[in-house]
Nanobody, 118 residues
Framework: QVHLMESGGGLVQVGGSLRLSCVVS????????MGWFRQAPGQQRELVAF???????NYSDSVKGRFTISRDNAKNTVYLQMNSLKPEDTAVYYC????????????WGQGTQVTVSS
């Protein structure tokens, strides 16, 4: 059974930085594409970034150049470094394995709240 534990969110001012962590159990992050997703109030969940098993990364246009996804295989943990934060980055952030049908997933963790104040 897969267990996902996100942490690292908080309240930050515009232009600030946060690093989110996702401790994963049940699947090896080195052998799966892993992604970060977010959901703002009243909005659908959206893909922020993913990192494939071979290490290829992909970012949404809204975060490209500001966010970096990485992983520590030894700790089985996925990270999201977020810099130059904007109010529109405010959302609950989730990690999960990534695939083309990720929108059908129903095995999400509790997420971590990120609030960017102006």
């Amino acid at each position: 059974q897969v267990h996902l534990m996100e942490s690292g969110g908080g309240l930050v001012q515009v232009g600030g930085s946060l690093r989110l962590s996702c401790v994963v159990s049940g699947i090896p992050v080195s052998l799966r594409s892993m992604g970060w997703f977010r959901q703002a109030p009243g909005q659908q969940r959206e893909l922020v970034a993913f990192k494939s098993s071979p290490g290829i990364t992909n970012y949404s246009d809204s975060v490209k150049g500001r966010f970096t996804i990485s992983r520590d295989n030894a700790k089985n943990t996925v990270y999201l470094q977020m810099n130059s934060l904007k109010p529109e980055d405010t959302a609950v952030y989730y990690c999960n394995s990534y695939s083309d049908d990720w929108r059908r997933r129903n095995d999400w963790g509790q997420g971590t709240q990120v609030t960017v104040s102006s």
